[in-house]
T-cell receptor, first 114, second 112 residues
Framework: EPEVTQTPSHQVTQMGQEVILRCVPI?????FYWYRQILGQKVEFLVS????????KSEIFDDQFSVERPDGSNFTLKIRSTKLEDSAMYFC????????????FGDGTRLSIL | GENVEQHPSTLSVQEGDSAVIKCTYS??????FPWYKQELGKRPQLIID?????GEKKDQRIAVTLNKTAKHFSLHITETQPEDSAVYFC???????????FGTGTRLLVSP
């Protein structure tokens, strides 16, 4: 069964540095998402992406964050000038369509900001 | 915006018992309700979902019921097994919005 893949599995970064989290969505999926989960808490929506543009974003997704689909397979989340509170598990997800369609999650990237 | 409440936060059952987890949502425009199972350190995995035009859906030992009037939906697991132990999250989304709004999670522990 096809899966969403994410790299790296764990990223340790100094506060103030930039990080790029990478995702390869399932190949025939058209909608892509980033969520984050702070340890022990619920999963929170960050952004959705369709047709090479952001379709929706949350209040969390401020100017510090950006997303990109640099080629036909990768989907990236960039966090500029990281803060301690950015430490979390970041999940990428994808779905065939945007409405009523299951979102399939990757294994996540654990981001630790020191 | 949409808010999803989930209860209980923890649930302990004996193997073979049934488990029920309940969620309520705030926005009547929500019309898609998936349930995810998350084992420790792993990805959320979709286990069942329901759309607002359906009142109940069943898949083997798992069922979900939806009450649109009361704006709540529930996950039912029958004949629980130790491997059902995990955190379960409900979620909701609205037509025209792709984002999932998650509940706070229920930690289910099934004891042999």
């Amino acid at each position: 069964e096809p899966e969403v893949t994410q790299t790296p599995s764990h990223q340790v970064t100094q506060m103030g540095q930039e990080v790029i989290l990478r995702c390869v969505p399932i190949s025939n999926h058209l909608y892509f998402y980033w969520y984050r989960q702070i340890l022990g808490q619920k999963v929170e929506f960050l952004v959705s992406f369709y047709n090479n543009e952001i379709s929706e974003k949350s209040e969390i997704f401020d100017d510090q964050f950006s997303v990109e689909r640099p080629d036909g397979s990768n989907f990236t989340l960039k966090i500029r000038s990281t803060k301690l509170e950015d430490s979390a598990m970041y999940f990428c997800a994808s779905s065939v369509q945007g409405v009523f369609q299951p979102q399939h999650f990757g294994d996540g990237t654990r981001l630790s900001i020191l | 915006g949409e808010n999803v409440e989930q209860h209980p936060s923890t649930l302990s059952v004996q193997e073979g018992d049934s488990a029920v987890i309940k969620c309520t949502y705030s926005d009547s425009a929500s019309n898609y309700f998936p349930w995810y199972k998350q084992e420790l350190g792993k990805r959320p995995q979709l286990i069942i979902d329901i759309r607002s035009n359906v009142g109940e859906k069943k898949d083997q030992r798992i069922a979900v019921t939806l009450n649109k009037t009361a704006k709540h939906f529930s996950l039912h697991i029958t004949e629980t097994q130790p491997e059902d132990s995990a955190v379960y999250f409900c979620a909701a989304s609205m037509t025209g919005f792709q984002k999932l709004v998650f509940g706070t999670g229920t930690r289910l522990l099934v004891s042999p």
